[in-house]
């Protein structure tokens, strides 16, 4: 039986590793046990590999066959993998047979009009927890069908949003995770940092971010086009040998996030320029400036685990974020709601960087060290955290790493 027959399942995009590890991301990122079902599984796919593999002790995972399988199949499949897994995995006939879960998890691309996604929205508030996260797939090639059917789930998860497009999958596809209802803010910190496949792997601890490979390859792209025109020039050569350091600015090591729940993370890597109480929007914070220069790692980081409940622009200007003047520079605020209150990112432009990117939106719930955007080629990024609260531990000139440097203690 098909869980939703009304929404087209047509096999125009298929799910390989990469994409289903973006899929099954939000239960491998719990740290506490959790329930997960996947709707639409094939006993062959990646998506059901990805998500045993991402069980803990304590973890359920029911399974629902999609069109491509059926519950004989996924009952052999698991029975095959050992008591561990079979003793933590459920195999169902129906969808209605099914409990509500943490996350969900649609094991096939859907594709389909805007009213076949709406049947299939209508029906599925019965098997959510509170706070339940959904993560569902959608073909990214133009010409396809699916992005009517993403377009509605954009809409209708009022309680946060987040899409990754995952190249790397025949033919790529965008994983979209939402959420329809409100999440406790407290869960944020039962959370790993969110997979993200928004960056290139070049070594196991190094990454290079999607901007960084975009940049190289309009280097390269330049250096063909420059080789193609005057081929006995080699003028080419400059754009082909800016493309790694381009990619280089772009860079996005892995970082050992602190565990103790008490400390505060560095958004960023770079120098402390200032540690100093100021008000903000009529409320007294400790704020923590760090300067970014162009050769620091540009991605950026959330400082505190929480549930993003806005994000807004500062228009302004782009004067050098190191001079008093950067303070009217255009600035992105991420406002945090968490359990020792508001915390607040700022993203500032400086005379180089002009371009701000923000990738957490309202309503996603974040982990301590979680990459939240980047600041292209540099300059600051602004920690707020609540007058008293908090104790300092960086002062001026300090060096720290995003997501690993401890800047301050809750009291």
Same mark, same amino acid.
């Given at each position: 039986m098909t869980p939703f027959p009304a929404v087209s399942t047509a096999p125009v995009a298929g799910i390989g590793q990469r994409a289903a590890r973006a899929l099954t991301a939000e239960l491998a990122r719990r740290n506490v046990a959790g329930s997960a079902l996947v709707i639409g599984a094939d006993h062959a796919s990646a998506v059901v590999a990805t998500a045993v593999e991402a069980l803990l002790p304590g973890d359920t995972l029911t399974l629902v066959a999609g069109e491509r399988s059926t519950a004989d199949l996924l009952r052999d499949h698991i029975a095959g993998l050992g008591s561990?897994?079979?003793?933590?995995?459920?195999?169902?006939?129906?969808?209605?047979?099914?409990?509500p879960a943490d996350v969900v998890i649609i094991g096939e691309p859907l594709t389909g009009t805007a009213e076949e996604a709406r049947a299939q929205l209508d029906g599925l508030g019965k098997y959510l927890t509170d706070g339940a996260v959904v993560t569902v797939a959608t073909p990214a090639v133009p010409g396809q069908t699916g992005g009517a059917a993403a377009e509605l789930f954009r809409q209708s998860a009022l309680f946060g949003v987040g899409s990754d497009l995952?190249?790397?999958?025949?033919?790529?596809? %965008?994983?979209?995770?939402? %959420?329809?209802? /409100?999440?406790?803010?407290?869960?944020?910190?039962?959370?790993?940092?969110?997979y993200r496949p928004s960056s290139v792997p070049v070594t196991r601890t190094m990454?290079?971010?999607?901007?960084?490979v975009v940049a190289a390859g309009i280097a390269l792209g330049l250096a063909a086009v420059a080789r193609a025109a005057r081929p006995q020039s080699r003028l080419w050569l400059l754009p082909a040998l800016a493309a790694a350091p381009v990619a280089a600015f772009f860079r996005d090591p892995e970082r050992e996030v602190p565990a103790d729940p008490r400390t505060v993370v560095a958004a960023s890597d770079g120098r402390v320029l200032s540690v100093e109480h100021v008000t903000f929007n009529d409320e /007294?914070?400790?704020?923590?400036?760090?300067?970014?220069?162009?050769?620091?790692?540009?991605?950026?980081?959330?400082?505190?685990?929480?549930r993003v409940?806005?994000?807004?622009?500062e228009e302004?200007?782009?004067?050098?974020?190191?001079?008093?003047?950067?303070?009217?520079?255009?600035?992105?605020?991420?406002?945090?709601?968490?359990? %020792?209150?508001?915390?607040?990112?700022?993203?500032?432009?400086?005379?180089?960087?002009r371009r701000i990117v923000q990738r957490v939106p309202i309503g996603t719930l974040v982990a301590k060290g979680e990459r939240m955007g980047l600041i292209r080629f540099g300059s600051r990024t602004d920690?707020?955290?609540?007058?008293?609260?908090?104790?300092?531990?960086?002062?001026?000139?300090?060096?720290?790493?995003?997501?690993?440097?401890?800047?301050?203690?809750?009291?």
């Open positions: 561990w897994v079979a003793d933590r995995v459920t195999i169902l006939d129906t969808l209605a047979e099914a409990d995952v190249v790397r999958n025949n033919p790529p596809v %965008r994983v979209h995770k939402l %959420r329809f209802t /409100e999440p406790s803010t407290a869960t944020a910190a039962t959370l790993a940092p969110a990454h290079i971010d999607s901007n960084g /007294e914070y400790l704020r923590i400036a760090v300067f970014l220069s162009v050769l620091d790692v540009h991605v950026n980081r959330v400082p505190v685990a929480g409940v806005d994000h807004f622009v302004g200007g782009y004067a050098n974020a190191m001079t008093a003047a950067a303070e009217h520079n255009v600035a992105a605020y991420t406002v945090l709601d968490t359990d %020792r209150g508001t915390v607040v990112v700022a993203q500032r432009t400086g005379l180089v960087a920690v707020f955290l609540p007058a008293g609260a908090a104790t300092p531990l960086v002062t001026v000139n300090d060096k720290v790493v995003g997501g690993s440097s401890i800047i301050a203690r809750w009291k």
